[in-house]
């Protein structure tokens, strides 16, 4: 056991190779440098106080984490920074503004929120996470690299919002044509864009309807914000 209660930077390979490490307090942590935890096998869950700032690469590499979670914050993530995720759950990227390269490969999780502080996701984030039927790309997310999303053989819905004009052709190679592509915009050039990537699967265009997401209820009278005055996450409303 760890405790960093009282730490705010973890420097780089600070535990690198600790066999033994089942567990880290890093919920005050806002800076954990490259290879930090990297090769910690019996360490398997983490989560993340709001004051989060960066996640260097490689990181959490070669740990087992069956758990995992981020409480906001304004934070980047690295590249390789993170290996599978055992965690079978929805995970909430709220606060992360980019992801790098090879994060979160062949990952149990069952839906991912981007939230909406996302700007970019890089190339193979999510690769291959096959029980996946759920991705909510952010309402500032830009740019989506090669491969993001990779096979996600599960996934039946995703959600794009208007800022998503970068989007590569093979974000989501390997989705199923069943899976529904609802997008907050009508505009036409825009949806052909979407097109590039989706180009088989069901376009909804023009989506604007208030559902329930991780158990939350909010209310919704058919335009403007909910009228708990909370974002919606399905809407993707600011």
Known sequence: TLDLSNVTS???R?????SNLKFANVNQLEYVDG??????????????????????GYAFNG??????????????IGGNAFGSVKYEGAVDFSGCRTIGSNNFNSSSFTSVNLGNNMT?????????????TTVILGARLQTLGGYAFQSPTALITVYVPDAATSMASTAFSGVKSSCTVYVTSVDTSYINTVKNTFSSQTIVSGYNKCKAFYNEVH????TGDCTEGVTCEICLIN
Request: proline share 3%; net charge positive; charged share 15%.
């Open 10 to 12: 973890v420097g780089k």
């Open 14 to 18: 600070a535990f690198r190779y600790c």
């Open 35 to 56: 290879d930090a935890f990297q090769g910690c096998p019996k360490l398997t869950s983490v989560e993340f106080g709001p004051n989060l700032s960066y996640i260097g």
């Open 63 to 76: 740990t087992n984490l069956t758990y995992i979670k981020f409480n906001g914050g304004n934070f980047t």
């Open 120 to 132: 970019s996701v890089d190339t193979s984030s999510f690769k291959s996470c096959s029980k996946m």
């Open 219 to 222: 209310t919704y009278k058919g």
